[in-house]
């Protein structure tokens, strides 16, 4: 057998024959799971099932093998693997058949039956985010991991590296808003590290001109110049939400300030963090809501 090149897509769906039973029923239980449809022309419920079960193969994109066999003509497999009634199904893994059923079940269970033995639609960009972030590519790994996060129904565990990531790269506000949203029976230790890796940043990133500012601002907070100057600095020191509420927040007070210059630094801001940023989407929503 001549071996696959490495970005070759893997096989789907095959038919099964005498030639190639040991090779798709049993050697390649080893690598990933095979799911063996017995069927026949004749058999009904065969035809409402088969369908289904080619649906799944090719949305699996090869996480399984659904491998076909005629039962009528492969009387010998069918002996066998025991096959009494038709359709039956198989699981096999490691060269030994380990789940199924018999007769045409709906969709709905033959995925349920398959999610048992198949990895999660997010393991894969689950797992090429950590191999990243190990790397240290952490602004890479972000996109991923809010895939992952998504496909998941938002696994705290999952958030819990979103916000790590967030913090390497030095934007607290993003990893303070996904830590904010972890259920108290989520906060596990990685999330009190994260809490005070916050603290701990916070405090180091409050330089001198930072505090004079934020007392300036307190002293005058209708001094759009001081607010100004403010979040210019917020933004400086990598606290980009802070910097886009008093942004907007001046936009709001006075659209034209500076002839414009806070909401080009709004936008700059924005433009920065990238479309897919949540903060980004959420402040650029606040501007789209407050000038139309």
């Known amino acids: 057998m001549k071996t696959p090149e490495m970005n070759a897509p893997l096989l789907a769906i095959v038919d099964i024959t005498l030639e190639n039973a040991q090779q798709f029923l049993i050697d390649e239980s080893f690598n990933r799971p095979v799911v063996i449809d017995f069927w026949a022309d004749w058999c009904g419920p065969c035809k409402n099932l088969m369908p289904i079960l080619e649906k799944l193969a090719n949305e699996y994109a090869g996480a399984f093998l659904l491998a076909k066999v005629n039962a009528d003509e492969q009387q010998m497999i069918s002996s066998q693997f025991g096959v009494r009634s038709l359709p039956t199904v198989m699981v096999m893994q490691n ?3 380990i789940d199924g059923f018999t007769g045409a079940l709906p969709e709905i269970q033959v995925r349920e039956l398959l999610a048992k ?5 997010w393991e894969a960009p689950l797992n090429q985010a950590q191999a990243l972030m190990a790397a240290g590519n952490f602004t890479d790994a ?3 991991l809010r895939e992952a996060h998504d496909a998941s129904q938002q696994l705290a565990s999952i958030a819990l590296l979103m916000a790590q990531c967030h913090l390497e790269l030095n934007r ?3 990893a303070e808003a996904i830590l904010s949203a972890i259920k108290i029976v989520d906060q596990d230790a990685h999330y009190e590290q994260l ?3 916050i603290a701990l940043k916070k405090q180091a990133a409050k330089t001198p001109e930072l ?3 934020e007392e300036a601002y ?3 907070p209708q001094d759009l110049t001081v607010r100004y100057q403010l979040a210019l600095q917020y933004h400086q020191e990598a ?3 802070s910097a886009l509420e008093h942004l907007l927040e001046i936009i709001r007070t006075e659209r034209n300030f500076a002839e414009g210059e806070a909401r080009k630094t709004f936008t700059a801001i924005i433009a920065a963090l990238g479309k897919a940023d949540p903060l980004a989407i959420e402040f650029q929503r606040k501007l789209f809501t407050l000038l139309y």
């Open 95 to 97: 060269g030994q058949p």
């Open 117 to 121: 033995y198949l990895p999660k639609p």
């Open 142 to 144: 972000l996109p991923l």
């Open 172 to 174: 607290i506000d993003n």
């Open 195 to 197: 809490i005070a890796e």
């Open 211 to 213: 505090a004079a500012l």
């Open 218 to 220: 307190s002293q005058s």
């Open 239 to 241: 606290q980009y939400r």
